[in-house]
């Protein structure tokens, strides 16, 4: 009964209409499985297996959300178990919070959610963050209990000194604190000076009842190269230091021996990573299948670092790997997941030396399909450190040295063959393609910002990836066919209803039409990306889809892959430096009887909890990573101030227009106080900002000539001012809110600058 069409009629009317179904979904407490839903309606037998149907049917017209473990929930619900942010404690001692991952400027205003009680321990605290499960008291109102703490917040501020009259004023950091100062006495000062970047303790009470505030540690200075990413790590709390004991158990490992390992020694296995990489845990080989069933296949191999060799489970070294849940890179440093005598030496793969590997033996066939896959713990031996630049300029006939020429014809050329069959496999799936520009910032011997551009992707790179996700779904196949105990998959959802609106006005902005009918799939993304490949409109299509989808996550729940267009899909490729690869490694090990090292029970029963917190812990590397690149983006521009520049409006809020650089890429803020005088309303429709006096309008999309006003490096902000662009709305009607069609829905008080004061206006 695949087809809700296929329900007999005798069934389909034993069943309760969608509109009680509904009814009953949306007054509940909690989201409900279908076993809830029968219950509740006595539904039996046929009855039952033709409700998952309707549930279906409804969840495609929009009626209700479906979530975690295929439950349902009235329509923007929120799951039933999910990561808080505790934001504020009101006058009756009550703790309220928000999604940690909510972003008002997507989502708009998020819900109330009081916090009711915990399990155990300590109650949280203003700025934790929280495992919580919620039930819903009335629209967008929930009551949530605590499970855990997942991280404790900050109980120190970080900020930049400025010199005040006896003692000192901290400017935080964190751009949402960025209107809020703390004075600091003289004697709390530790010996900082005007200038320096430190970790302050918060006092109660301070001069005419303002914040106040003493010196914990001092960091160091804000003109050091090094400042930006140490705010970056400092205010997303991640951990630099190991502890004594990790260290020792990674200072005591010894190489491996051949013994009851595969030995892959005369493979010609290659590494290929970027010109800067230190760490080398991926190598690869291919050759072209011989056996006569599978003409035009290829024989791939793909071997990654042991790392479940040398980490013992629930040992030193793993609970600070999974505590850390990954590296993070900055352009100055890497904080690696594990220290560098096993990150940078016995796990990382360098040429001609002996290295423990996992490695998986595939075939695929002429067209990309993976026919068959083999899982091995093995021994190799690289035969070369290859970078991207080298294996490209190989291919295209492009000088190299003698080495790397002699490697052409036996190893990479077939390499490449091996790719054009995975990306014919890849375009008949339909993956959604985004092609984003990585900005690369580039310090000086000194560490400050020599330039920023956009980071080059040559074929060897895509090359790469296409290996390392061939391997990925190996991983997660063959860990179903031993029905592991517990498999970690990398799940990334279908973009969210209201995301998909969002995105379907955005574009209608641009005269790109997104399908209404039917389930988008990602191919539909990607015929609107090759549509506008090559125009000005090409990267704000991309950032526009990009924003639109979910999130990827980990999870022992399959829902499969959108983006990648996959039914199943584990990380396998890199245990050196995510932890969800190093539990992939260790079901491997466990199902497929690989020795010691794998999987125990303890482990395969926190899955769920696993999930949760490394999910948790990528996301803060990401923003920790973001966050340092913005700074040193701003530390370059900030010798620009008074500089115009070209660029295009990416984002239309009621607060302002946020607009990208041609040149650099940077992005910042047109604040609307900045616009020439009017009354500015926000129409959401046509994602613009409108003038009701003047019919000014700046709207989504269109080009500017902007003047850089700001560059804060202390928060991490560039603020402009338009020196020419926008257009003129004719119509009166359609300048006023509520009124013209699709008129603007948003309004406020006249803003920009006084009349006759030009563009300088107010900041």
Not at 7 to 35: F, G, M, T, V
Not at 404 to 426: E, M, N, S, T
Not at 537 to 543: E, F, G, I, N, Y
Not at 676 to 703: C, I, S
């Amino acid at each position: 009964m695949d087809d809700p069409d296929d329900i007999p009629d005798r069934i389909r009317s034993s069943l309760p209409d969608k509109a009680r179904i509904k009814a009953y979904i949306d007054e509940s407490e909690r989201p409900l499985d279908k076993r809830d839903i029968a219950r509740a309606f006595g539904l039996k037998g046929a009855q039952r297996a033709a409700l998952r149907e309707i549930l279906q049917e409804m969840t495609d017209e929009g009626l209700i959300d479906r979530g975690h473990k295929k439950k349902v929930a009235a329509r923007g619900a929120l799951p039933e178990v999910l990561v808080l942010s505790v934001e504020t404690i009101d006058a009756d001692g009550e703790l309220w919070a928000k999604p940690a991952s909510w972003d008002e400027d997507k989502d708009g205003s998020p819900p109330e959610i009081v916090i009711g009680g915990t399990r155990s321990g300590p109650a949280p605290k203003v700025g934790d963050r929280i495992l919580a499960r919620t039930r819903r008291r009335g629209d967008h109102q929930y009551e949530a209990s605590v499970i855990r703490v997942l991280q404790p917040g900050p109980r120190k501020l970080l900020g930049v000194l400025e010199p005040a009259k006896g003692g000192a004023v901290l400017v935080p950091t964190d751009k949402k604190l960025q209107d809020k100062t703390w004075f600091i006495e003289r004697d709390h000062l530790k010996g900082a000076t005007p200038g320096d970047l430190v970790l302050a303790e918060p006092l109660r009470g301070g001069p005419r009842g303002g914040h106040a505030a003493r010196v914990a540690e001092l960091i160091g200075r804000l003109d050091q190269p090094k400042a930006f990413s140490l705010i970056a790590i400092h205010a997303q709390g991640i951990l630099v230091e190991f502890p004594d004991e990790a260290l020792e158990e990674a200072e005591s490992a010894q190489p491996v021996t051949p013994d009851g390992r595969t030995d892959l020694r005369a493979l010609p296995l290659v590494t290929i990573d970027g010109e800067d990489a230190r760490d080398f845990d991926d190598a690869v080989h291919a050759a072209p299948d011989d056996d006569p069933g599978n003409a035009g296949g290829h024989i791939l191999h793909v071997a990654i670092a042991d790392v479940a060799h040398y980490v013992t489970p629930e040992g030193p070294l793993d609970r600070s790997a999974r505590e850390r849940g990954n590296s993070v890179y900055f352009p100055d440093r890497v904080v690696p997941m594990l220290p560098e005598a096993l990150s940078n030496d016995l796990c990382s793969l360098r040429p001609d030396v002996d290295r423990a590997c996992m490695a998986i033996r595939m075939r695929v066939s002429a067209d990309g399909r993976l026919l068959d896959k083999k899982v091995m713990r093995g021994i190799m031996r690289s035969k070369a450190r290859l970078t991207y630049t080298q294996v490209q300029d190989a291919m295209e006939g492009r000088p190299v040295e003698q080495k790397i020429a002699d490697l052409l014809d036996p190893v990479i050329r077939p390499l490449y063959a091996a790719y054009d069959a995975l990306q014919k496999g890849r375009a008949a799936r339909g993956t959604l393609e985004l092609d984003l520009p990585e900005l690369q910032v580039v310090l000086s011997d000194t560490g400050t910002v020599e330039r920023i551009t956009p980071r080059q992707r040559f074929e060897s790179h895509k090359l790469i990836e296409e290996f390392m996700i061939t391997a990925n779904v190996a991983a997660a196949e063959l860990l179903e066919e031993r029905h592991a105990r517990a498999v970690m998959y990398r799940v990334h959802e279908p973009p969210k209803l209201d995301r998909l609106e969002g995105l379907r006005e955005s574009l209608q902005v641009l005269d790109i039409k997104l399908a209404t009918d039917g389930a988008l799939r990602p191919h539909h993304f990607t015929k609107i990306l090759s549509r506008v490949a090559g125009t000005e409109k090409a990267q704000l299509v991309s950032d526009m889809v990009l924003r639109a989808q979910s999130q990827a996550v980990y999870s022992p729940e399959n829902e499969g892959h959108f983006g990648l267009a996959l039914q199943r899909y584990s990380h396998f490729t890199s245990p050196i430096r995510r932890y969800a690869d190093l539990l992939v490694h260790r079901a491997l090990i466990s199902a497929y009887g690989l020795g010691k090292g794998g999987l125990p029970d303890s482990q395969a029963e926190q899955f769920d909890k696993f999930g949760e917190l490394i999910s948790n812990t990528e996301r803060r590397a990401i923003a920790a990573e973001r966050d340092a690149t913005d700074r040193y983006l701003t530390a370059y521009m900030a010798d620009r101030i008074g500089a115009t520049f070209h660029g295009r409006i990416t984002g239309v809020k009621r607060f302002g227009l946020f607009v990208r650089l041609d040149e650099t890429g940077a992005d910042g803020l047109v604040p609307v106080g900045t616009l020439p005088w009017d009354r500015y309303w926000h129409d959401e429709v046509h994602q613009r900002l409108v003038g009701e006096q003047t019919g000014q309008a700046y709207q989504l999309a269109e080009t500017l000539r902007v003047k850089l006003a700001e560059a804060n490096t202390v928060t991490g902000g560039l603020v402009f001012e338009i020196i020419e662009g926008g257009h003129i709305v004719k119509d009166r009607k359609a300048r006023t809110p509520g009124r013209g069609k699709g008129g603007p829905r948003k309004f406020g008080p006249k803003r920009g600058g006084r009349p006759g004061a030009g563009r300088k206006g107010r900041r």
